[in-house]
């Protein structure tokens, strides 16, 4: 079965979160990177962002609703840095936002430097609402 890592903060799991969770799942098991509280400390309004605990119940909750289980289906897994597990796991894709998309790059420059196989980069557009893009920043202000 092929594998795609899929990472985000996913705070306050709004309707591009879930589309790109979805996007996701077409490719096969999910390895769902969630960043850690440690690394949500320099983001814009940080100290509204939801903790990592109520972050991931979200996601399992959502998931659940969708008829995917945890460890069948998909597998969260804290992450402290922009590599996350993406140089230990083996992983055939990799899914990206325009926002993310050179973080992507880096891993598969890292990946190469461990002779370890190249991510195929899968990169999907923002949903956008009236207001514009849909964004964990924008709700937190």
């Known amino acids: ?3 795609i890592i899929a990472s ?7 309707e591009g979160h879930r589309f790109f969770l ?3 799942f077409k490719y096969g ?3 769902i990177g969630l960043t850690s ?4 400390k320099n983001k814009k309004y940080a100290d509204r962002i939801w903790r990592f605990k109520k972050r991931k119940n ?4 959502f998931l659940g609703s969708l008829g995917y289980k945890e460890g069948k289906d998909y597998e969260i897994i804290k992450i402290n840095d922009k590599y996350g597990f993406s140089l ?7 899914l990206v936002t325009e926002e993310t998309y050179e973080n992507a790059l880096d891993i598969n420059k890292e990946r190469e430097k461990l002779d370890l196989e190249e991510l195929k980069i899968i990169k999907i557009d923002f949903i956008a609402d009236k207001e514009g893009r ?3 920043t924008k709700l937190r202000s």
């Open 8 to 14: 985000g903060t996913f705070d306050r799991l709004h």
């Open 37 to 40: 509280d440690e690394m949500t």
């Open 29 to 31: 098991y999910v390895l």
């Open 88 to 94: 230990e796991k083996k992983a055939d894709y990799i």
């Open 22 to 24: 979805k996007t996701a």
């Open 58 to 61: 979200c996601i399992k909750k």
């Open 134 to 136: 849909i964004s964990s």
């Open 1 to 3: 079965m092929k594998k």
